[in-house]
């Protein structure tokens, strides 16, 4: 539960200056309440104060905390088991609440403006439409053509970063139609809402604003506007080529799934990223005669980034961030659970055995309702896959972290997408790549030209004929790669297999497998250019940047224990003709041991396909029955000539 002193505090006073202001006629209709109860109340219980100057088209989040911020009598915004789910404190510990006062964000504009100074009002116009965009189209809508981070940082409703009206004050008209931060607000002083007949006397008379019910505030085209974005490309001496780059996409990835499914029914980001109660939550303070709205949306908006998070909690003083420790840690744990819980699933299977090598599937499937990893270009998924002896020590490894935080088995230049991988040289990172005009690997977003590789995991129903599919394009060898996206040759699954084989390298034996998939939000790959350059943004960063926890989150873990493999040339074990097992595959489990009449069998024993001991056979059969549970099992066949091992499938 989440409580502040200096809150509470300020509240009391608050509390007392209605007492104080009580008695004071309130000119307003009754028609305005819901009922004559409400109206009483309200008219003997109300501040009466002037509403925020009519000039101001974006109210704060301060202006909603008063009726949306933590309740001291517990009443607003309390789910059933007395958790506090205020609007205001899940809010404002959110990277979009935190927009504008992201640290990376800063350091990279001024990367960008390092590279190319002519366009750094072009560039900072830009990038303010997203993360600060109350202040910047307060500008915009007032005639400006441009607004600079110097503006941003002396401007208190552009520093609130993307706040309560970013969203609930843009307009229905050309929803999910604009891009790249072009947005359209209605500047006619209304809040939108999810609820009809708001309680509006609050709202009006001290916001200023008129709540109104709209069904577009639900509408996954809220997000559309920062959540695809389009970038012009220049060449390498800045110059305008005439194309455009697509930097990132969520929400055309969103449209090209099956969780628009066609508008009829959709899993909009909300859905997501807003989780809903649909017990009944009162969803203002300090009114007690008011009745429970549902479902309500729960305000985390958390995504995957907790590195940032930690990152921002750490220097919450430097960066002038007014949250509690507690209200970040809440949404790091959230975060995490997103991550953990609702990005992806995976599955270890294994796929064959041999006297060379052993085979492993590992399938992983995208659950989100875009790509995975989405949105900016750093972000990047990677499996680590290790296979170990009994005895503990390595026979094969496969994406492993380093000491610094980067992925060993990498090449200096674009790791390409596998398929297959039987190399500890080769490792798989679900990522996008960009490219410049002449090809090469870059960080700078605006050089961006081509794309070198998009490999990033599809959401379920993704297709490659999808109208959309020009700005969610996959890209690189998980083109042809038949199990990427696609189950039993019909695309759209979401998921991608990839094929272990681990050579044994004369090892017989046990092995345990391990698969582990990690999400890096900012891979020192991606990040050493930046931090190569120096400005003052980038020189803040990086001092923030050395001293955070960069340890990639481990989204999802498999593992296979006791497999028991053997391999060429071991000791003891014949490899001959002489004896063969039909028939193989067996349908009813019954296999016949076909051998040389002098020769006799002294014991047979039964594995299953992880090497586990099933039964011990001791007298001469030329028959043996597979146990009925199972379908891939080991036959180890003691004869006078030496040991035998056969792998018998059962259909």
Known sequence: MKKSYSKFVILTVVASCVLLFSMIPIRKNVSEFHSVAEYNFYKTHTIVAPPIDSSIIFPTAGNCDGCHGY??????????????????????????????????????????????????????????????????????????EHYTIAEMLSDTTAMDGVSCAACHIKSAENLGQEFSGEATYDTSRVIYGPYEM??????????????????????????????TLLTNSVDLNGNLTGEKFVEQATYHEWINSS?????????????????????????????????????????????????????????????NIDAQDEHFDETIAKTLLMLQQNSLSTNLEIADLDQDSAYFDLTITNKAGHKFPSGYPSR?????????????????????????????????????????????????????????????FTTILEQSHVGLKDNRLP???????????????????????????????????????????IPLEGYTGFINISAKVFYQALPPKWLNPMLAESTPEIDTFRVMY?????????????????????GVGTKNIVETNWLKIFPNPTSDGWVSIS?????????????????????????????????ENGRLFLLEIETERGRIVRKILRD
């Open 198 to 227: 708001p309680f509006a006397p609050p709202m009006t008379d001290f916001v200023g604003f008129k709540p109104q019910f709209s069904d577009h505030i639900n509408d996954a085209g809220i997000c559309a506007s920062c959540h």
């Open 71 to 144: 309740d001291p009598q517990m009443n607003g915004m309390v789910d059933s088991y007395g958790n506090d789910v205020n609007v205001n404190d899940d809010w404002r510990t959110s990277m979009m609440a935190l927009s504008a006062k992201d640290p990376f964000w800063r350091a990279k504009v001024s990367h960008e403006i390092l590279t190319n100074p002519s366009h750094s009002l072009e560039l900072q116009t830009k990038c303010t439409s997203c993360h600060a965009p109350q202040g910047h189209f307060t500008a915009i809508l007032r005639g400006a």
């Open 546 to 566: 050395e001293n955070a926890d960069l340890s990639p989150v481990l989204i999802s873990t498999e593992t296979m224990d006791s497999i028991f493999v053997q």
């Open 595 to 627: 051998k040389p009449a002098d020769i006799n069998i002294i014991e047979i024993k039964i594995y299953d396909f992880t090497g586990r001991f099933i039964e011990k056979i001791n007298n001469s059969l030329e028959q043996v029955r597979l146990p």
């Open 259 to 319: 969780y628009d499914d066609n508008g009829s029914n959709p899993t909009t980001c909300q859905g997501c990223h807003m989780p809903q109660l649909e017990e009944q939550i009162v969803i203002s303070a300090n009114y007690i005669f008011l009745e429970g709205r549902s479902p309500y949306g729960l305000h985390d908006l958390v995504g995957a980034n907790t590195t940032m998070l930690k990152l921002m909690k750490e220097n919450k003083e430097a960066l």
């Open 459 to 501: 959401p379920l129903g993704f297709s490659t004929g999808h109208a959309s599919y020009d700005t969610t394009l996959i890209i690189g060898n998980a083109l042809t790669d038949s199990d990427f996206n696609y189950e039993n040759a019909t695309e759209g699954s979401g998921s991608d297999v990839v094929h272990y084989h």
């Open 380 to 440: 990047r998924a990677f499996v680590e896959f290790v296979a170990t002896t009994d005895l503990g020590d390595t026979l094969f490894q496969s994406g492993v972290i380093r000491s610094n935080y980067e992925v060993n088995g990498q090449t200096n230049e674009t790791e390409p997408h596998f398929d297959i991988i039987n190399s500890k040289d080769q490792v798989q990172i679900y990522e996008l790549v960009l490219g410049d005009v002449n090809g090469d």
